[in-house]
């Protein structure tokens, strides 16, 4: 699934080969003998609720899934604990400081780019500033759970679906093969 194929070692520079090893198929170096262990890249997401009851969403801006609606988030940068990236994506995304309330879950997400995507998923309990579209969005908004617009991403859909009760969406026939 991954979009563009590596074709060299990171360490050395040689040429991978596709091997056997330790009980599945890797890329592998036979020129300083390592194996490629490509893992999930870590992102986050946020769900925040107004005293309404309502969702908070923004819309993308860029590709993939450009147009559609999302959770605020994002890819978690190196040295970064994951609270930290969902606060600092929640900032650079919709304006707002925030207080992580709770982990709603971990889960996997395929992801045209990355192959897979590990999505970790936050339930913001207290938050404060001014709305405003930002980063790598065009538009942001409150929405009641049973009348969400297209959610760019499945993973996003089911934590929104676990604050807010299975109901939260399922008017919605979107095929979304991947998280993009």
Request: proline share 6%; aromatic share 8%.
């Amino acid at each position: 699934m991954i979009s563009s194929v590596k074709r060299f070692c990171p360490f050395c520079g040689g040429p991978l080969v596709t091997r056997h090893w330790e009980g599945r198929r890797r890329l592998y170096c036979n020129a300083c003998g390592n194996p490629l262990y490509e893992n999930p890249v870590p992102a986050t997401c946020l769900v925040v609720r107004n005293a309404a009851g309502q969702v908070l969403l923004v819309r993308r801006s860029v590709a993939p899934k450009k147009g559609l609606w999302c959770l605020p988030g994002g890819f978690m940068e190196l040295g970064e604990f994951p609270e930290e990236g969902a606060l600092r994506e929640l900032a650079e995304e919709t304006g707002l400081s925030g207080t992580i309330g709770e982990l709603l879950g971990v889960t996997i997400a395929p992801n045209a780019s990355y192959d897979t995507v590990l999505m970790i998923g936050y339930l913001v309990h207290r938050y404060e500033g001014r709305i405003q579209a930002g980063d790598d969005a065009d538009a942001i908004g409150w929405f009641d759970a049973e009348a969400l617009p297209p959610i760019a991403f499945d993973s996003h859909l089911r934590f929104i679906r676990q604050v807010f009760g299975e109901g939260a969406g399922a008017d919605r026939k979107e095929g979304r093969a991947a998280e993009g």
